[in-house]
């Protein structure tokens, strides 16, 4: 699970290549596929919109956000 800092944006990034992103009080906003390349991850949603992101130092960084690693709860 990657987390903002104030909890708001949440991407959980699941086996199988899929994610769910839940945004505030709205649980699974977006749904899509992801795919890894080095640190780099590029993400699809299921209507078609499509995101990347990097990783750098442990921290996720994807659409002006900036997302750390927690433990899903």
Known sequence: MW???DGHVRHELLPG???D?????RASAYQGRY??????IDYVDDTGFTADGE????V????GMVLRRVDAR
């Open 55 to 58: 990783f750098v130092d442990g």
């Open 17 to 19: 290549g899929r994610y």
């Open 35 to 40: 795919t890894l390349t080095g640190d780099h």
């Open 3 to 5: 987390v903002t800092d």
């Open 60 to 63: 996720l960084y994807h659409g």
């Open 21 to 25: 992103e839940a945004r505030g009080d």
